[in-house]
């Protein structure tokens, strides 16, 4: 994965701002994978709006998602989100040797 563009980070920052939205990302993070039905049960969201939130992660490359017969499977991408801190931290002052 390469270097991520001004607009890339400034979208993603968009999108983690959301709270239900940020909400969503961390509660995959913190599993190797969710389906639908297990996000839809710990966020007081309807079903479309968490489906919503999904597709915007996914579009951003945060989330992948894998279908498996009825269900749909969510896990994040790792290398995205470094990318992502990356450019955050370069933001920062360079220290001084």
Do not use: W
Request: hydrophobic share 40%.
């Amino acid at each position: 994965m390469g270097r991520l563009t001004d607009n890339e980070v400034a979208q993603i920052g968009k999108a983690l701002g959301d709270p239900n939205r940020l909400a969503i990302y961390t509660h995959i993070a913190q599993h190797d994978e969710l389906f639908c039905g297990e996000m839809h049960a710990k966020h007081a969201i309807s079903a479309a709006t968490l489906s919503h939130h999904l597709k915007v992660l996914t579009d951003l490359g945060l989330i992948t998602s894998r279908k498996d017969g009825l269900n749909v499977y969510y896990r994040v991408v790792p290398e995205k989100f470094a990318a992502y801190l990356k450019y955050l931290q370069a933001l920062g002052p360079k220290p001084r040797h």
